[in-house]
T-cell receptor, first 110, second 110 residues
Framework: DAGITQSPRHKVTETGTPVTLRCHQT?????MYWYRQDPGHGLRLIHY???????DKGEVSDGYSVSRSKTEDFLLTLESATSSQTSVYFC?????????FGPGTRLTVL | RKEVEQDPGPFNVPEGATVAFNCTYS??????FFWYRQDCRKEPKLLMS???SGNEDGRFTAQLNRASQYISLLIRDSKLSDSATYLC???????????FGAGTTVTVRA
């Protein structure tokens, strides 16, 4: 068990509403990541963090923002959800070159 | 061109059979290589790292061919529980970011 939790695990929301997903780790690792996974695609990096208040964009960051005010929490916000953001979202931590994933959040935007 | 490409399969094999599949990567500067396993509707889990000399973990053998820029995974004596999607993962610049293939699906039948 990698000590990562995500909340909520499932969410259905409507287009145009803000949504925040939370990732919590108990491992005190510096690096945390948010990915989305869609059929036919590998996991695609949205944003990542390399420390408290230190974040950077990934390959699919448009429409998403993140915040990391504490080592253990990494928040992903969809400011105004769109149907194209319907996906499964995974958070990950990285003790080294490998990464360990949380259980995922299944988000549906209607 | 995608950074990491995999044959999506599916590879349907009987119990006890050997199955092998490859993954190609585009960036010759890639440093670290991994195979992850993902069960349906679950998070990816690290199966094994891939070392330059090749490595084995029980029934699983991973090989790296830097000249041809591919890694392989071989599963011997397949079990029903090996049914999953196997993700090829590459660390491109040794900078704590990973690139994921879309996965190869393996189904082991009784």
């Amino acid at each position: 068990d990698a000590g990562i939790t995500q909340s909520p695990r499932h969410k259905v929301t409507e287009t145009g509403t803000p949504v925040t997903l939370r990732c919590h780790q108990t491992e005190n690792h510096r690096y945390m990541y948010w990915y989305r996974q869609d059929p036919g695609h590998g996991l695609r990096l949205i944003h990542y963090s390399y420390g408290v208040k230190d974040t950077d964009k990934g390959e699919v960051s448009d429409g998403y923002s993140v915040s990391r005010s504490k080592t253990e929490d990494f928040l992903l916000t969809l400011e105004s959800a769109t149907s194209s953001q319907t996906s499964v979202y995974f958070c990950a931590i990285s003790p080294g070159n490998e990464q360990f994933f949380g259980p995922g959040t299944r988000l549906t935007v209607l | 061109r995608k950074e990491v490409e995999q044959d999506p399969g599916p590879f349907n094999v009987p119990e006890g059979a050997t199955v092998a599949f490859n993954c190609t990567y585009s960036n010759s500067a890639s440093q670290s290589f991994f195979w992850y396993r993902q069960d349906c509707r679950k998070e990816p889990k690290l199966l094994m790292s891939v070392y330059s000399s090749g490595n084995e973990d029980g029934r699983f053998t991973a090989q790296l061919n830097r000249a041809s820029q591919y890694i392989s995974l071989l599963i011997r004596d397949s079990k029903l529980s090996d049914s999953a999607t196997y993700l090829c993962v590459v660390n491109i610049l040794n900078d704590y970011k990973l690139s994921f293939g879309a996965g190869t699906t393996v189904t082991v039948r009784a």
